[in-house]
């Protein structure tokens, strides 16, 4: 979240005394949830790890600026990778559009949706805004899309705005030789990363979540945003694993033939919040719910690569491989027919 946006939510809360907050990555964010015209009208350009940017001429860049309030111009001139679509995004977020359209603004949207971040990142993004006093609120509720169960969070000491997280992978086999990041991700990728590292991680970080909501007296839901691994049974299968290291490098995992090893966590399986789980329209994330609506689509497993730098092919899904506006509001709906009780 911006600090722009920090004063105009503080105001809201004291009008609605209710708030939604979404916590998650460029999925909740709202990545790419330009309005739905514009992909229609203009021809965009998809850079891997930046913005999509849009190609036009001078005249239609300035009428772009001049008919849409919610875009900004970033530098002196209105060149293409200079127009800021980031407010725009976050008006078509699915918090935003729960809170706005369907709740008709008796909630206060609250997105804390950072692109690129982990869950560590997501979690903590709750303590990073002291302005927005939680403890006048007469209702609260957590809407948790978490990102990939492999990505890990130090903080930024750098941040200015928004970006207070910076994330790591444990795929470092295609980074650059000069990359100043490729020592801190190898070290992950062999030192500290399994699968079982990865579960473990997810049900100790949500243990923070759970004690703020706790304490908050908020309702958490929880839908994954693309990552389909947030399955019981999975998460099962891995705390059951003997991980076997070789001078503190990754080796490999299996899971014992007879009995249970030494280092089983599976007792562990039940302090992740099952029953917040919901599944809109029966889809096990985000990212599954928009594609199920791709009727030309024979592929509804890949729900990133098939995508870049061209969408899907009716348009639900971005030229950077997100959710679109109708995405959006198509999960927004399940949300509040969910949240309101009307299932």
């Known amino acids: 979240m911006y600090k722009e946006q920090v004063s105009k939510i503080t105001k ?4 609605t005394k209710k708030a939604i907050i979404a916590i998650g990555c460029s999925f909740v964010q709202g990545q790419g949830a330009v309005d739905d015209e514009l992909y229609q009208d203009y021809t965009w350009e998809y850079h891997e790890g930046r913005p999509l940017t849009i190609d036009l001429t001078y005249k239609q860049r300035k009428r772009l600026l001049k008919g849409y309030s919610n875009l900004k111009l970033n530098g002196l001139t209105a060149a293409a990778s200079n127009i800021d679509f980031t407010m725009m995004e976050y008006d078509n977020a699915f918090v935003n559009v729960l809170c706005n359209k369907y709740f008709n603004k008796s909630y206060t949207p609250i997105n804390l949706g950072i692109r690129g971040c982990g869950n560590r990142a997501s979690i903590k993004e709750l303590y990073m805004y002291p302005e927005i006093s939680y403890d006048d609120l007469q209702e609260i509720i957590v809407l948790y899309a978490p990102s990939g169960l492999e990505r890990f969070d130090f903080i930024n000491d750098q941040a200015e705005d928004h970006f207070n997280w910076k994330a790591m992978w ?5 980074m650059e030789e000069d990359n100043s990041r490729l020592p801190l991700w190898k070290g992950y990728g062999q030192l500290l990363h399994s699968d ?3 579960v473990l991680e997810q049900i100790a970080h949500v243990q923070e979540l759970l004690t703020w909501c706790k304490y908050r007296n908020a309702r958490l839901v929880i839908t994954p945003g693309f990552d389909r691994r947030y399955d019981k049974a999975y998460f ?7 991980v076997e290291r070789k001078n503190e490098i990754f080796v490999k995992s299996d899971k014992p033939i007879f009995g249970k090893s030494r280092s089983d966590k599976s007792h562990l399986i039940d302090l992740f919040p099952w029953s917040s789980m919901f599944k809109p329209a029966g889809f096990d994330t985000f990212a599954d719910l928009v594609i199920s609506k791709e009727d030309k689509l024979e592929d509804k497993l890949d729900h990133y690569g098939q995508f870049l730098g061209k969408g899907s092919p009716d348009k639900w899904i971005t030229p950077c491989s997100h959710p679109s506006q109708k995405g959006h509001d198509l999960f927004a709906s399940c949300l509040y027919t969910h949240i309101a009780g009307k299932t």
């Open 170 to 174: 444990p795929h470092y086999e295609h």
């Open 236 to 242: 099962n299968e891995c705390l059951s694993t003997q």
């Open 12 to 15: 809201d809360l004291k009008r």
């Open 196 to 198: 079982k590292f990865e």
